[in-house]
């Protein structure tokens, strides 16, 4: 069954940098547009950024000229990477498979919508 699996989350202080990677798991032939996600504690999960097949990305108000999100096609890898990071960007990131690349596949599918355990990140002032 295909799940997808959040890391690089850490502890760092106002104006630092850290470097999130998901990758998706359990069936490498299965590809996906994916996007980025966070939940800060007492509030709603809140879109990040998002990448698609084309390589072309949006991202989230909050997120934009600071954040960046990649994509390493060969290790079916993406990243987004946090830059400038202020105490309001301290919550739980997941990232989520949104769309399934090529040919439909009823096994690949079942990874459609499912979140990771997320990685914390907790910027401190």
């Known amino acids: 069954q295909v799940q997808v699996a959040e890391s690089g989350g850490g502890s760092v202080q106002t104006g630092g940098s850290l470097r999130l990677s998901c990758a998706p798991f359990?069936?490498?032939?299965?590809?996906?547009?994916m996007s980025w996600s966070r939940q800060a504690p007492g509030k709603e999960r809140e879109f990040v950024a998002s990448?698609?097949?084309?390589?072309?990305?949006k991202y989230a108000a909050s997120a934009k000229g600071r954040f960046t999100i990649s994509e390493d096609y060969a290790k079916n890898l993406v990243s987004l990477e946090l830059n400038s990071l202020e105490p309001e960007d301290t919550a739980m990131y997941y990232c989520?498979?949104?769309?399934?690349?090529?040919?439909?596949?009823?096994?690949?599918?079942?990874?459609?919508?499912?979140w990771g355990q997320g990685t914390l990140v907790n910027v401190s002032s």
């Open positions: 359990g069936n490498s032939q299965c590809k996906y547009d």
């Open positions: 990448i698609d097949d084309d390589g072309d990305t």
């Open positions: 989520k498979a949104d769309t399934l690349r090529g040919a439909w596949s009823t096994v690949c599918a079942r990874g459609l919508g499912k």
